[in-house]
């Protein structure tokens, strides 16, 4: 009979693995599921993977109860005995019923202690009661004296102020630890403002602290630098982006990414398993599947923190023609450390320290001669050309 139920708790066991998986991989990539606000759809997800285990556990529990029925007959008439002269000790006296049943309760207590403790967490980023949904018009989006810190004795974000005009694109570039991807964070609410005078974010005119999140997230595509993907097939990680689109879309998304005829010379084409954290694939092609993601869901604003940095200067340039065409007239910052992807920007902006120490377009800052033509010159002094598939140059950090 031991025989006859391995293969059932050997099913469960796996069944237990896969949903445990997929728990801990939504809850690594959880940025990710947050970008795309698919919280419910991965709570769904692993719905459907705790059934399939549950179905398997009551066939291997019932398999068990039935090889132990003997010795559980054994245990029960010794219980029955037990349970007999603990209830003579209560009528007698010697025993209270609190003697009696003290062991469970205080077991059972110390055992929910774990969860009462995560259930007192409260969310640092929560939406106001009765919260209405971000109403998108033109996509405007506005930082008015924003200062930000992440912890008091250290400001990251002082007083900036500046508007990315609807259907514009608004290029953020500066050496690291200037406050550029904090940008970003503010933007899809992963922190808010400082409460004492740190200013407002806006969009349309309303105060992103004033609306939902998932509708404040659902109106935004982004790019991130480190390009995560989930411990699945390549068509799954695209349609991330919007799980109900059809799979001509998802194919059309692929193609203007760049990434749809490497995906076609793959044995398994879109089906192919990336691996945990899409370690299975290089970093171009996780950034042009996190390029497709973000088209896929078709938003009206879009965010691109460094979308091509793990390019060659080849792909780099076919994509950023492709980002370009999918960018106008849409609302688009572009987070930068590579000056040639934002020339085409209708505003750039130089940070520094937390703050804006130039703005204007590209041909204007380099007519100023100040810090964004220094950064410009020194790209060239840095990487010299090297014909038609030169490297283009990076910003010295």
Known sequence: MTEWRTHLRRTMNELSSSASTRAVDSMLNYETVKYFGNERYEAQRYDEHLMLYRKAAIRAQRSLSMLSLGQQLIIALCLIAVLWRATQGVLDKQLTLGDFVYR????????????????????EIKDSQGAPPLAVRSAEVRFEHVSFSYEPPR????????????????????????????????LLRFYDVDKAGGGRIVIDGQDIRAVTQDSLRAAMGIVPQDTVLFNDTIYHNITYGRPSAARDEVIAAARHAHIHAFIESLPAGYDTLVGERGLKLSGGEKQRIAIARALLKDPHILIFDEATSALDSRAERSIQQALEQIARNRTTLIIAHRLSTVIHAQQILVMDQGRIIERGTHHELLAAGNVYAQMWALQHQQHAPTGEDEMLPLVAD
């Open 104 to 123: 469970v309760l205080k077991q059972s207590i110390s055992d929910m202690e774990r969860m009462f403790s995560l259930l007192e967490i409260e969310s």
């Open 155 to 186: 400001q990251i974000l002082r007083d900036l102020t500046f508007t990315i005009a609807a259907g514009t694109t608004t290029a953020v570039v500066g050496h690291s630890g200037s406050g550029k991807s904090t940008l970003v964070r503010l």
